[in-house]
Structures are given as structure tokens and as C-alpha cells.
DNA sequence: AATGAATGAGACTTCATTCAT
DNA sequence: TATGAATGAAGTCTCATTCAT
């Protein structure tokens, strides 16, 4: 990764915040990241090339940390550590997440092909995880876990989301309880 | 509401299915309503107009919908019957759900803070049915009535949304039931 | 004159004095005069038609109130009153000056076919009026009236419209005597 | 100066002798200079600022020329050579000074507050030639120098059109002459 | 490896005018 | 006599992309 790149991915991030990635211009971007336009094009040919480059970038970055508790011994603690982390992330790269929520449903969106995989490499994570607690008879009869996983991961993001928005007096361990609440339903 | 409003949110509507606000143009908005541009104009002075206009439309049409079942006798069913009613709207006005999703927690966005009193409307009838559910003890203990309407309305949105693009063979039904389970973490 | 034609005309006389006529929207015209759009078409047919009738009913104003003066005895003090009463007319129709000083000289503005003989008028006013300071043998050798009168004209719109914009603590009395002083390079 | 804003300068002053400012269009102004029309915008940011920059540059065009006859040993003679080049500029610049006689006394108009300082500079090119008249004692008791080069600026500028546009078989020589009858009243 | 002036398709917006009431 | 919703031609402006340096 070089420097330039890295400082592109940043700029980016930090103006998705405020706008849609259909807003932010190239110019702008390039600005931010005090460097000319045509560096963009350089090294990513198109704005398209860019967003993609950065959407699996982040996604990658977030995969990692999620894969992170695999190996708890105790697969409900590993699932609540994963939430936790999964809140963490979100906290920090919050226009990165607002630019998931905004683009992963959006059909035929531009970069909903780009996102498609990706989504499938974290739902695959929590699925994982969640696997592990149905192993040891911790989840209810009818719960499929594929099903769940994706369930999980929706909820995980917007109800991160919504706490850094509209309710940022509360803490993260306070939405991480929240969250786990809503697991008991399924984690007994 | 006049005429001619109506068809212009109903034809922004129908094709915000296939696209994102920004991808939208007047041109088509108008021509999909069979009206002329500038009557566009004429009516909601700007494209920005429109959208905020037809955001506070289509969260009131939704409001609308969620609020027939706040008079069911049993507290839980009136719950499930919202949970839902709030599917099928999602499924029935995709291109809407998707511009919610986008908007809602973008700040500061364009229409931040159009959508945030229209937010608050949405969860107040989520809440108001939370605590019929809470008053005859139904809910666990620990259990914020005000946070848990938040996170509901956003897991429903994110879950109908994901049945949609990327688990369309799955029937309402079914995903009713996955929502339901989970609520059962809360209810018991 | 009806009311409604003379709403109309001092309505676009007050919001001309900050635009051009060009930047004028009927709209804005109607607004200002509290009538509806269509009633401006009703009366005047068009913009243009509007504008026109308004060039005729205030030049017609200064040309009557400029003629007062063509009976005084001694020509010289006819046409320093002449200058006066410009003066002051240009200061109580200041946006109608405006107009005048920004159109006359366009060509081949929307306007200027009409202005043609309406300037023809004024200055021939003028033009009398120095004919007369001639007959008396008070114009110098060489002076050709018409074309002094025309220099006349421009001249004291200019002065007048500099004093009020540039120079507003001046009075009047000092600025007709500056354009007095002028005149007597002609009328010795 | 770049090539580019030169010749969008020049277009621009080329099609404004046949129409108002606010009848050019940013294509025709880039099909004028051989450019695109985005290049407008990347040079000037709004057709505004095109405006904004020209006028400067031709009042700059104006004062240099004005400035030219500064050192003229005897001040009468430079004093009509100033006039003598005024003529020839509006004469040149027809459009231009359309321009400049349409906007300068429009208040609170779009460009006064950018015409405002061009005025300055150049009426005090003409009262510095003023001032030399008066110090070699031909200028009339009780002529106030700054208030007389404010006069004859506008005179000028008014004058000239009304020669191109109204008496366009009189030589220029022949206006110059009128021009300085008029100033034989302050210049004895 | 990087630059930034230039491009032009395509968007948003304005506004004089019409016409049914 | 007056209205005002609707129109659409014509304008302003944006921005991803190219390319010579």
C-alpha cells in the first residue's frame, strides 16, 4: 500500500461521512488528500476504481478484526466479543459504515457487485460464530444460522449506527448489552 | 395533496426502486409522471424540494400503516402484527426503504434533519407498542422500552431489506418469523 | 390609467432600481404589485408590453414637467430651471433612471426602438429651450444646438445619477450649479 | 494574464457590442473563443465571475490608455488628448461600455461593488489632469476639481454613446470638439 | 509517479407565456 | 377582469475523464 493510496483512502473516508459516495467528487477527494486530480486517476483509473479499492479495504480491515475471537474457547463469549469489536469498528469508522449502510442494499447500485462478496466474507464470519454456539446447543430449535448470521450483521451496523447518531450519550458497552439482550432471544 | 403532487411522489417512488436519489433525475421524474419539468418545479420549488417533500410523504404513509394495529387487544400479537405490517411496506416500497437506509443516519446529510423528527414519529409507535407489551410484563427486566424501539425499527428496516436483494426466495412469512424470534429475546 | 396598470408600473419601477430590466421576472413583478401573474399578460399582453407602456408613462412625465419651463421670460434662467427640474426628477425616479441610462444606449437592445423617439422627445424639449438662449445671442460661435441639447440630456442624467449613488451628501442646489457651471462654457 | 482568460476576454468584449450582459450566453461566449464551455467555468468559476474579471480588465484597459497622456508638458493639451482617447476607447469598446453605463449607477446591482473601485481609479486619472489645469490657473473660481472630474467622466462616457449609437455620421474630431466646448466652461 | 488545464455530456433551474376557470 | 397551475425552451453549472507535460 502506498503512502498515496493510503492518503486517498483517507480522505475518502472522511468526507463519506457527510455526503454519499454518488456526491463526493473527485476534486474534492484529491483536495483533501492534497494531492492533483489526475494522481486519482493514476493510481485507481476511475473514481469507481477508488470506492472499490476503499470498500474492499475496509470490509478486509473489518474481516480481520471480526476473525479476531474464532478461536474463544467459550463460543457465547467469543459471539459477545465479536459484537463488541463488531461496535468498535463501526465507532471508529463511522463514514466508512454509513457508506455500507448506504450502498449494501442499494440495486443495482454502482458498487453492489463489489459489495455483494464482501458482505458475504463477514456474514460468513459471524455465520462461523454463530455456528459454534448451535454446536454446544446454545441456540433455540428452528434458529437456521445462515439466516441469523445475516440478521446479525444488519442489525449489528444500523443499531451501531443509530447510537452514534441519535443517541451518543450512551456507551458502547451500554448498546453492546442491548445488543446481546436481543441475542439472548436466539443464545437462550 | 393535489393531483399532480401525488403522481410526482408516486412516480419517484416507483423508480427510486431501481436507483439511488442522486442517479434519479428530474427529466425522468417528470416524464415517468407525465407531467413537464418545470411543473416540478412549479410545485416543489427544487429536486432537493421533492425529496424532502416525499420523504415526510412516504415515512407518513408508513407512520400510517404501523399505527392500525396499535388498538389490537393482545400487546404481543399487536407487536407481531407490526413487525409485519412494517415488512410488507419495506418489500412494497423498496426504493423508498433503500433512500431511508441511505439517509438516516448520514450527518450532515442533505436531509438529516428532514429525516430525524420523521425518524422519531416511526419509533414513538414502535415504542408506544413496546410498552403496551412492557405493561403486562412481557418484556424481561433491563429492558429500555425507548432503546429497544430504536433498535427494532432499525432491524426491521435492515432485515427486510437484505430478504430483498439477497434473500428474495425466502418468503415474507418466513422472514417474519426470524424477526419474531429474535423479539422473543425481549419477549419472553 | 386603471389601478391595476398603475400597481403594476410603480411595482416594477421599485424593484428596477436594484436590477436590469432584463433580471426583472414577471413574477416578481406581480408579487411586488399583489396581483396574480396572468394579470399582468391580461393588461399588457407581455413583459415587453409592460416595460414599453411603463418607458411611455414616465418619460411622458419628465417631458411634461420639463416643458413647464418653455414660457419663462429670460431663456437663460428657463434653462437653468430646466436642469433644476431634471434634477429633481431624476431624484424621485431614481429606478426609472436607472432603467433609462442602462437601456438608451443599448443596441440592438429589447428596448431601444422604443426609447428612440421618446429620447427624441426629451431632448427636443431641451433643444428648444437652448434655441432659444441662441436666439438671444448667448451661445458661443460654433455651439450646433441640437447637438448640445443631446449632450445636455446625457450629461444631466449622468451628474444626477452620480450625485445620488456616489455622492449622496451633496444637495442639489451644488449639483445644478456644477451642471450650470458646465453650461456656461456654452451659454458664456 | 493565461491565453485562455485573454481570449474569453475578448470574446466576451466582442459579442457585448451587440447585446446586453444578460443576453450572452456562457455558449456562445466559449463558442466565441474557441474553447469549451466547462473551460469558463474552470477559469471563472459562474458566468458572474467571467463578468467580474472583465470588468476589470477593461476599466484597466481604460485607465492605462487615460494614464498615457499624464506627462503632456502643456495641461490643456493633455487634458483634450485625455478626452480625445476617451472617445477613441468607448468608440472601440462599444460593448464594453454599454457595459459599464448599465451597471455603474445600479445600486445595490449584481457588479457595483466591483465597479465601484474601478470608478475611483479612473475619475482620479481625470482629476489629477484637472488638478494640473487648475494649477496653472485655468480652471474658473469656485470649480471643486474632484467633483468636475466625476462629471466629466460620466459626460464622457454618455456623450460618446450617444455619438456611436444616435449620431454615428459625426466624426469622432467633431465630438472631441463639442466635448471641449463643454470644457471651455471650466477651462476658460 | 504525478500534474492540472481542458473537455462536454448531462444534470439542475429559470421564466415568459398559455389557458381553463 | 383576474387567476395561477402548468409548460418547455433555453440557460447555468457540475464533474468524471483525458492528455500533454
Not at 492534497?34 to 477508488?50: E, H, P, Q, R
Not at 463489489?114 to 460468513?124: A, H, I, N
Amino acid at each position: 500500500m502506498t503512502t498515496t493510496k493510503q492518503r486517498l483512502f483517507e480522505a475518502t473516508l472522511k468526507l463519506a461521512s457527510d455526503r454519499g459516495l454518488a456526491e463526493l467528487t473527485v476534486d474534492d477527494i484529491a483536495a483533501e488528500a492534497g494531492v492533483a486530480k489526475g494522481t486519482v486517476y493514476y493510481n485507481f483509473g476511475s473514481k469507481d476504481g477508488l470506492i472499490d479499492a476503499l470498500l474492499r479495504y475496509g470490509v478486509g480491515l473489518l474481516a480481520e478484526r471480526l476473525r479476531e475471537h474464532a478461536d474463544e474457547p467459550d463460543p457465547v463469549a467469543g459471539l459477545e466479543a465479536l459484537v463488541d469489536t463488531g461496535l468498535a469498528f463501526i465507532a471508529e469508522y463511522r463514514g466508512f459504515s454509513q457508506i455500507l449502510v448506504s450502498e449494501m442494499w442499494r440495486t443495482p447500485g454502482r458498487w453492489h457487485e463489489t459489495l455483494r462478496p464482501l458482505r458475504e466474507e463477514v456474514v460468513s464470519i459471524v455465520k462461523d460464530q454463530l455456528q459454534r454456539v448451535a454446536d454446544v446447543g446454545r441456540l433455540p430449535e428452528g434458529v437456521q444460522v445462515s439466516t441469523a448470521a445475516a440478521g446479525l450483521f444488519g442489525t449489528l451496523l444500523v443499531v451501531a449506527l443509530d447510537w452514534q447518531v441519535f443517541q451518543p450519550t450512551r456507551t458502547r458497552a451500554d448498546v453492546r448489552d442491548s445488543v446481546l439482550l436481543l441475542l439472548r432471544g436466539l443464545a437462550r
